[in-house]
């Protein structure tokens, strides 16, 4: 028995029924505007009561199933065929498009009916001049792109993520294949061999493209395609323009585009069709333009190239043309099955149909000819490689869908390898016949492949079709598109590009209008070569900026109170450091610039009281340096201290890993190279700091001596760099003050047998010197009274990231490390006479760090929170020196030398 629903759950049953999602379907069927899959659509709803017997709800429920299967037939059936017009307007449109492009791909002065009018006799421009191998040139071209785009359209449902991609073959090619055809032509004639080896050159070339389309997507490379210059691929887009538009003018006149041709009485009239119907479509873009001129209507131009057939018979009719008049005066194409007259079979099948495989014979092919055709190849696949960087992502935004380039170079890669391997020309996804697609409602793998199957049809069909096709359509749209490059090329890209670049454009589209393809890729090269050293030398300064080191603060903080006297004297102390920063790459191109900046920012200081000492080269931001501007930086060092009279030079190269170039730059720079902080430190000979690392070290005394602040010398890090030269700085004035710095450690007379009272007096003096001297040390006794003893070893963990603030200590003996959780390991160490958590205890935060023990064994001093707070409500005073310690180390992270440049030093401890 059906167990009655009741008025509630009818209603909450029906509030889950998507009443918009209903609505957007019956729109959907009815403009074919928005896609959805059958699987989403929701069940019809039956509301059953408790009135009926159990055979009679058997009954009920068998018919309801038969009504749901029924209603899901109808649902298919209604989704295939509101997606008919999508599906039939692109098979339009690859027939209207592979109709101009298909009698374009052999040079237009190899020809068929040599001898049949006045035409013949001009010379072509282009030097190809004969008969064509086979009856029906213009059919096998045609049949050549629907192979193509069948193969495409294949691949690309099959293999791409898109739910709606349409395949075409790349007419933008079209200059290439007549540059292959010129080198054949000049090899072996006009002969059946010269025929084939261009389709073999044609299918070679498709195989090439697939390759490297397959290679990039496999191995995950699709980002190089990014890499090639922008105004290289521009200018090559104009000068294709321009190449399309002349081939617009030959495939109207069936004649080679000369000055005599173009004037000629015959070829004018055709000209003026062709130019009327371009002139009425521009005014109609110009008209439709909405305010921020982008098109109104983005099916206005293949409406208006589909609509031209039908105007042009119109004319015909209304002007009571002579119809042998219209097809001897050239209007028309000539019969493209035969041109010799015959049928040649029937109208699906005739003895050309195979043309484009039977002409192949490997025996006669001219492997010189392939040879000489390599730089042409290298050329093809370049340029076919800019349309998928260009057609993905937009379609992709378009549509509202997440590409995959590295999936899509893949799809491409078969496409373009079975279509080589079948003598086939290249292919890719077209992006403004995908959008039309997508637009019109196409969607699926079926209707993908249902336009595949119809422009297979095509392919035995549409020569004949083409036959009743006037020349002006085909010529309209050739110029068309013609122009439209030409202007995206040269005009539209104007104000977009620097003058050096811009000129770049104009040169490489005048050089493919006058020499062709492979003159206008090694101009492109040039372009890109010579563009990129003028920026260089022209808008990127190597010198990023110069300052001397007097609001800069190391990270060697806790300096004897004379020593810290020493490097704030406006004299004597960090005044007389000089930090240059230089940035981006030094090549060859920029050491002159270079070094005439260095010698005016010297020069300016040379004399003064400012004149320095040291000088500080950071490489930090340097991306590359080439052998020629290696060389003249270590030639750099002599120059600064000859001429200069710089005491000490040191180069920061940024990196553990050395300078980035392959010149050994470090040995040339400096016999003596400084490493980053945490690996120059030397061990403590109490602590044995170190010690079980394998690395042989000499004790701190041992190691100040052999300091010789002069010279040149390389540092791993500008921070280390400052620690160097400020302790030349303090070298100079007064030597005994380093022994009070070494290691970070101000109390050197500490040991690991100390007594107690040697601990507390190093204790005072570290809680004195982080005070700047600026307590009593009555008070810095009081605080140090209500600290206790600690003593952790090496591996031991003083607290976590995220726990609870609840102790300032003061390290006296040892070496802690603090590591930022989550954050690639970035890390800090800590060195005795410093003090970490005086943050957390004075704003009562959690820790913002992890610390642990580095040293065989670690001494520190805590304060808990409970004494602090203690000492707040009965000796505030005291208590002010924590304060006073935690805003010491704030002023000291701000101003520290990192901050500078692009690294990261300010950790919370």
Same mark, same amino acid.
């Given at each position: ?5 009741? +008025? ?441 492949? #249902? ?61 493919? #209008? ?157 016999? #003596? ?99 700047? +001297? ?136």
């Amino acid at each position: 028995m059906a167990t009655p629903i009741s +008025g509630s759950a009818r209603s909450s049953s029906f509030l889950k029924y998507n009443v918009a999602g209903t609505m957007d379907r019956v729109r959907s069927n009815m403009v074919g505007g928005r896609k959805y899959s059958i699987d989403e659509a929701e069940e019809p709803y039956t509301w059953n009561y408790n009135t009926t017997t159990d055979s009679q709800e058997d009954d009920e429920t068998t018919q309801s199933k038969a009504y749901q299967n029924k209603g899901r037939v109808w649902r298919g059936l209604s989704k295939a065929a509101s997606q008919v017009p999508a599906i039939v307007l692109i098979a339009l449109f690859h027939l209207m498009i592979g109709i101009p492009f298909g009698v374009s791909y052999f040079p237009i002065g190899w020809r068929n009916d040599m001898g049949s009018s006045d035409e013949d006799t001009v010379e072509a421009e282009d030097g190809v001049k004969g008969p064509f191998p086979l009856p029906g040139k213009e059919a096998l071209g045609i049949r050549m792109f629907l192979f193509s785009t069948v193969v495409g359209q294949v691949a690309f449902t099959l293999k791409s993520k898109f739910h709606n991609p349409i395949g075409l073959q790349m007419v933008e090619n079209v200059p290439f294949c007549h540059a292959l055809s010129h080198i054949v032509v000049s090899r072996q004639g006009y002969g059946r061999e010269s025929l084939s080896t261009l389709m073999v050159m044609f299918g070679l070339a498709s195989v090439i493209v697939g390759v490297v389309f397959f290679l990039l997507g496999k191995f995950r490379l699709g980002r190089l395609v990014y890499y090639f210059p922008t105004h290289v691929l521009v200018g090559c887009i104009g000068g294709i323009g321009l190449y399309i538009g002349k081939t617009a003018i030959e495939v109207t006149m069936n004649a080679p585009m000369t000055l005599s041709s173009i004037s000629s009485s015959r070829n004018l009239p055709l000209l003026g069709v062709v130019i009327l119907f371009e002139v009425i479509l521009r005014c109609l873009e110009q008209v439709t333009k909405r305010t921020d001129g982008t098109p109104k209507y983005a099916l206005l131009s293949p409406i208006y190239f589909c609509s031209i057939t039908p105007v042009f018979y119109m004319a015909l009719l209304l002007f009571r043309v002579d119809w042998d008049h219209v097809m001897e005066a050239g209007y028309f194409f000539p019969s493209l099955q035969d041109d010799n007259g015959s049928d040649g079979g029937s109208i699906i099948w005739n003895e050309h149909l195979l043309d484009m495989w039977r002409i192949i014979d490997f025996s006669v092919v001219s492997w010189q000819a392939i040879i000489d055709s390599i730089p042409t190849l290298v050329a093809l696949v370049l340029f076919s490689l800019i349309h998928v960087p260009i057609n993905i992502p937009a379609f992709a935004l378009s549509t509202n869908t997440e590409a995959e380039m590295n999936t899509e170079l893949v799809a491409h890669g078969y496409s373009n390898m079975i279509a080589g391997c079948l003598g086939g020309l290249q292919n890719y996804m077209a992006y403004t016949q995908s959008v039309l697609y997508d637009r019109s409602g196409g969607m699926g793998k079926s209707s993908g492949l #249902t336009v595949a199957a119809i422009t297979a049809l095509l392919f035995f069909i549409g020569p004949t079709i083409a036959s009743y096709i006037p020349r002006c359509m085909a010529g309209t749209l050739l110029l068309h598109v013609g122009i439209d490059l030409f202007l995206e090329g040269v005009y539209d890209s104007y104000g977009k590009f620097d003058n050096l670049e811009y000129s770049g454009i104009w040169l490489i589209t005048i050089v493919m #209008t006058l020499y062709g393809m492979d003159a206008a890729m090694i101009a492109g090269i040039i372009t890109a070569i010579s563009t990129f050293v003028a920026q260089n030398m022209t808008y990127v300064n190597p010198v990023r900026g110069s300052m001397s080191a007097s609001t800069l603060r190391s990270s060697q903080l806790n300096r004897h109170i004379k020593a810290r006297e020493i490097l704030d004297d406006p004299y004597i102390g960090r005044s007389r450091i000089l930090v240059i920063q230089l940035q981006g790459h030094l090549f060859f191109g920029n050491m002159a610039h270079l070094t005439e900046s260095i010698h005016q920012i010297m020069s300016k200081k040379l004399g003064t009281m400012a004149e320095p000492m040291c000088v500080i080269l950071d490489f930090s931001l340097v991306l590359g340096i080439d052998s020629s501007a290696a060389q003249t930086m270590s030639k750099l060092k002599n120059v600064m201290q000859k001429q200069f009279n710089v005491q000490l030079s040191i180069f920061v190269s940024g990196s553990d890993e050395g300078f980035p170039c392959a010149f050994d730059l470090s040995k040339e720079l400096s016999a #003596t190279i400084i490493p980053d902080r945490k690996d120059s430190i030397p061990p403590d000979e109490t602590t044995e700091l170190l010690a079980n690392e394998g690395i042989t070290r000499v004790s701190s005394q041992t190691f100040m001596e052999s300091l010789a602040f002069s010279g040149s010398h390389v540092c791993d890090s500008l921070d280390m760099a400052l620690v160097y030269a400020e302790n030349a700085l303090i070298d100079s004035e007064d030597p005994s003050l380093l022994e009070y710095d070494e290691s970070g450690n101000q109390f050197s007379g500490l040991r690991k047998d100390s007594s107690p009272s040697e601990e507390r007096e190093a204790a005072l003096h570290h809680i004195e010197n982080l005070c700047l +001297g600026n307590v009593d040390k009555n008070n810095a006794e009081m605080l140090f009274s209500r600290f206790e003893r600690q003593v952790y070893t090496r591996g031991e963990c003083l607290w976590k990231q995220g726990s609870p603030s609840d102790s300032f200590k003061l390290l006296v003996r040892g070496s802690l490390e603090a590591v930022l959780e989550n954050e690639a390991g970035t890390s800090e160490t800590i060195l005795s006479g410093n003090s970490i958590g005086e943050l957390g205890l004075v704003e009562g935060v959690t820790r913002m760090s992890s610390v642990h023990c580095t040293s065989q064994e670690a001494i520190l001093y805590s304060l808990s929170r409970d004494a602090y707070e203690d000492l707040i409500r009965s000796s505030p005073h005291v208590a002010r020196i924590v304060d006073l310690i935690c805003v010491r180390y704030l002023s000291a992270r701000v101003q520290h030398v990192s901050n500078r440049i692009f690294e990261t030093r300010c950790l919370p401890i």
